[in-house]
Structures are given as structure tokens and as C-alpha cells.
């Protein structure tokens, strides 16, 4: 039987907190491109722009777990908190190519995290750490099919990573009289890499004062095969060890292990009546009932000759994810000279219901994105700078509470 925590934290690695596509470009949304960041966006809004586009960012990733403990768990397992950092750095280029067609390459985060618990009271694992980090590059083409409609179509290459680390501490045989069981500690490392292709259709509909984008991305399955494989054995207050508990709790050929990116389908609106005003709002749903059963799979699953004790078998376990909808309302206000401000709020239906559910896949999560952006014009050369800040609280299960900063800044060229 797999120790309860090392089911959790095998299936946290594979529910990561994702950043949104709206994260790397928070100054639109779907129907509110008006520049390279259409790329990322919504590629179908490229057929809009004239000569060639381009955006570059930089974007700093905090993020914050704290932990009370699982609880079925008698003893209480607690950190008081870890923090992670990562840097991100979208890039977009877009070129119209005449009449109506445009094309663009792009590239962008779509999955970034790493958490780090260690642990203050023990129980099965003293302190473990995983990540898993999904990066994609895009190459997109639009088409201006009316004068009101635009089609896009993104090609998605994404590289993905995972990484799992645990320590644990267990006892195993026969006490000598008077004293303890023999204690043992086990360090081990499970990593994978996979790649894969996948695709984003997207429409823009346009008209006087009022903007309608709607971005479709099929799922994309990573499946990583037996992971790559390290361990350490350390036998504590033990005078001799059995190489046979190495063999009995960890199987040469590790975890099998298999990920996703969800199904997810957007709609956004944008008004923009007379003044110095822009409305926008989107819909979005991801189809997370596609996480409803984790498996783990161990290469091994015979019974260890030397001690007649099992190897750890495969599992499935039942994880009640749920698909979920998002909302996002934005707001932004253009001053005399091009400067534009904006305010946007995010928030996600919970995915996973259940007490006892395995995911640090954020719940009832809200996001509040403040930022502005500066324009230059010289000639027929433009240029622009923004920045933001975006911060969020989330609550998930098992005693998590994960919270997340992203600094950012810009710099977009248009001629």
C-alpha cells in the first residue's frame, strides 16, 4: 500500500498551479488584442495589424505554500511556509503579409511551479519538493475571412518537465528487546521530460464599439514513460541492513507517471463606447474531469524473495476533480497622451470538492491584476512599455494554502 503522502504528493506534481495565457499578457484579453500579444492571446486578431509586431516580456513568479497537515493523519505535519521563484519571459512576433493574411511565432509559460515542504514533525516523509514546468512555443497564421470576421490557428510545441523529490523516514522488522523497531531512511528522486503538439483555433468578430474573441485549445497528454530514477538508503540506529527494504519500497524502475493539459475553451467581450473608456469580460471553462483517476505505476510488483514482503503495486486512486468555469472582468482608461491604466479580476469555480482530494491545484482562487502602459511614437516606428502586478489567495485541500505574486514588465514595437 502506497504511504497516503507519497500518493498526495505524486499527484501534486502533476496538478501544478498553471499560468494562464492572460498572466503572460495581462493588459488584454481575447477581444482586446491590439498589438503582438495576439500571438498568445488571439491569434485570429493578427489579421488586424499592419507591417510587424513584436513584445517581449519579463516577469518575476512568487509563490507561497503553507501547510497544517492531512487530516486523517494523527500526528500533525506543518511548514510554516515556503516560497518559490521563477522567471518567464513571453515572447511574440507577428508580420501581416498583405491583403488578408498575417503569421507570428510566439512562446510563453503554460505550466510554471515548483513547492518545496519541509516538514517540522514527520510522519511517513520528513520533506519533499517537486515542480513541474510546461513551456510552449507557437507558430500561428490568421485570416481575415469578412470584413467583421478573422480566423486564427495556432500550432503549440510544448516541452514539458517534472521533478519529485522525497525523503522517508519508516521502521521495518523486529524491535530488540526493550528498544524500538529498526528505523530506515530513504531519499529518492523520480524526473521526466516528454514533448508534444498541440493546437488553438481561435475567431474574432468585430463592429462598431464592440469586440467578440473566442479561443478553443484541444487537450494535450504528456505521457513520460518510467521515470528517471534515483535513491539513497540510509539505515538508522540500524547495525545491519537489508538491501532488500531498497528493492521492497522502491522498484529499480520507478513511477510511471502521465500528465495533462486540460480541454479549454474561452469567450471574451469588449466594449468600448464613446470616451476614455474600454469594458471587457470572459468566460472560460477547462474540462478538469479528465484528472478524475490518477494512476501511479511501479515497473515492479512481485514479492521481494529475501523477505516475503510485497513491492508496491499500481494504483488508481479517485481524485473527484470537476470542470471548472472562470470569470475575468477588466477595465481600462486612456488618458490625453495614449496612457492607458487598467484593472482586471479573475476568479476560478473550485475544480476539487472533496476533503481529502489529492491536488495543490488551486481552489476558489482570485486574482487582482493592476498595471499601465506608456506609448512612444516616432514616424512610423512605435513603441510601448507596461507594467503590472498580480496577486492572489487561494484555499485548496488537504490543509494547503498556496498564494502567488507576478511582477511584470514590457516593451512592444510595432512599424
Known amino acids: ?14 496538478c501544478a498551479v498553471p499560468l494562464a495565457a492572460q498572466e503572460v499578457a495581462p493588459f488584454a484579453l481575447p477581444s482586446s488584442t491590439t498589438g503582438a500579444e495576439a500571438v498568445l492571446l488571439n491569434p485570429a486578431a493578427l489579421a488586424d495589424l ?17 501547510w497544517d497537515g492531512i487530516p486523517e493523519v494523527a500526528q500533525t505535519t506543518k511548514t510554516s511556509g515556503t516560497v518559490e521563484r521563477s522567471t518567464q519571459a513571453p515572447l511574440a512576433i507577428g508580420w501581416n503579409l498583405g491583403d488578408d493574411w498575417a503569421i507570428g511565432i510566439g512562446a510563453m509559460p503554460a505550466f510554471d511551479s515548483e513547492t518545496t515542504f519541509p516538514l517540522e514533525a514527520g510522519y511517513w516523509l520528513d520533506g519533499r519538493k517537486f515542480s513541474l514546468v510546461v513551456r510552449e512555443w507557437r507558430g500561428v497564421v490568421a485570416y481575415r475571412l469578412a470584413d467583421a470576421v478573422n480566423l486564427g490557428l495556432a500550432v503549440r510545441y510544448l516541452k514539458s518537465r517534472y521533478a519529485f523529490a522525497q525523503d522517508e523516514f519508516f521502521q521495518y522488522g523486529d524491535p530488540p528487546d526493550g528498544g524500538e523497531p529498526p528505523v530506515y531512511r530513504i531519499a529518492a528522486d523520480y524526473s521526466g521530460s516528454k514533448n508534444a503538439l498541440g493546437l488553438e483555433l481561435s475567431a474574432l ?16 497528454k504528456f505521457d ?14 540500524v547495525t545491519e541492513p537489508e538491501e532488500a527494504i531498497l528493492r521492497t519500497y522502491y522498484p529499480g524502475g520507478g ?22 473608456w474600454r469594458f471587457s469580460g470572459e468566460v472560460g471553462w477547462a474540462q478538469w ?19 516475503g514482503c510485497p513491492v508496491l503495486s499500481d494504483e ?3 481524485s473527484h476533480f470537476k470542470d471548472a468555469f472562470t470569470l475575468t472582468g477588466m477595465d481600462v482608461r486612456t488618458f490625453d497622451n495614449a496612457i492607458e491604466a487598467y484593472g482586471r479580476l479573475a476568479w476560478q469555480e473550485k475544480i476539487c470538492s472533496e476533503t481529502g482530494g489529492a491536488t495543490l491545484r488551486p481552489n476558489d482562487d482570485v486574482m487582482v ?10 514616424g512610423e516606428f512605435a513603441l510601448g512599455v507596461d507594467a503590472f502586478y498580480t496577486f492572489g489567495i487561494y484555499s485548496s485541500n488537504n490543509g494547503f494554502e498556496m498564494s502567488r505574486n507576478l511582477l511584470g514588465v514590457g516593451l512592444s514595437f510595432a512599424y
Open 205 to 220: 468578430w468585430k463592429a462598431k464599439g464592440f469586440a467578440l474573441g473566442m479561443v478553443l485549445r484541444p487537450e494535450v
Open 289 to 307: 474531469s479528465k484528472w478524475e483517476t490518477i494512476s501511479i505505476d511501479y515497473a515492479n510488483e512481485t514479492v521481494d524473495p529475501d523477505t
Open 224 to 237: 513520460y514513460g518510467y521515470s528517471d530514477f534515483g535513491v539513497g538508503f540510509t539505515p538508522l540506529n
Open 369 to 378: 491584476t493592476l498595471g499601465g502602459r506608456y506609448p512612444w511614437k516616432f
Open 255 to 276: 513511477v510511471n507517471t502521465k500528465a495533462i493539459l486540460p480541454l479549454e475553451a474561452r469567450v471574451a467581450v469588449t466594449l468600448a463606447p464613446m470616451g476614455p
Open 50 to 66: 499592419e507591417g510587424a509586431h513584436g513584445y517581449l516580456g519579463l516577469q518575476q513568479l512568487y509563490q507561497k505554500t503553507d
Open 316 to 318: 488508481r486512486f479517485n
Open 1 to 14: 500500500m502506497t504511504p497516503p503522502l507519497v500518493r498526495l504528493a505524486l499527484a501534486a506534481c502533476l
